[in-house]
């Protein structure tokens, strides 16, 4: 049985997907253009709930903010700030004993990834769709800097056709990363990810609960002394 419910309190408006007994909770971030109703992450949290996880689709500061338009670059600090209270407040509304992943859809990634960067213990994991490596047609504008400063799991799933960075530039940057990094490509899909046709979901979810969910709870156990 999977218990749907919505959260809002302060700067966190979430929706909340969780089957009984949750094997762990992984909180997602939208894209610039869009927000937690996104055809993606609700593809990707159908997929990841009925492989036993608690899924989080949050609305970021900005987008509650105003039902439309980009976020602005002076106010991504405000975003991040809103990843980490969604996390602590989620964190008490889930009861589960496993792991917790953070990340998102390209922009929503991206902060998630900046804040676990900042904050290593925010999350034992990262599940990064679409990262922005570069603007398109921009290489020299790498948004790489803080990577090696993550030393959680990470997992990357990537189009092919992504504008934001090609498949030989994300194999190049993974070894930039503090923890351990796997890679996940989606044939025939761009920056979108294509989820209703794509295979996105499932193909992440395997990953997920092949890869990411035992290397993040490897990585909570040696933080907190789980066994």
Known sequence: MTNATTVTAGSVAADLDSPDD????????????SDRRSVLLRTLSDALVDRGLAVARID???????????????????DRDGIRSAVAL???????????????QSYGGRQA?????DDPGLADGL??????????GKPDKARTAHLPRITVPTLVVHG???????????????PAFGGPTRLIEIEKADHSLKPERSGVGPTTADAVDGWLLP???ECAASRFGWS
């Open 22 to 33: 949750p094997s762990g909770l992984i909180v997602l971030a939208h894209g610039a253009g």
């Open 60 to 78: 970021l500061p900005y987008r509650q903010l105003r039902p439309k338009g980009p976020p602005s670059p002076s106010k991504a600090a405000l």
């Open 90 to 104: 989620l964190r008490e509304k889930v009861a589960v004993d496993g792991p917790v992943i953070v990340g998102g």
């Open 113 to 117: 990834s900046m804040a676990v960067a």
């Open 127 to 136: 599940l990064l769709t679409s990262y922005p490596l570069h603007p398109p």
């Open 160 to 174: 092919r056709s992504d504008a934001f960075g090609t498949s030989d530039e994300f194999a190049a940057v993974l």
């Open 215 to 217: 290397a993040a709870r």
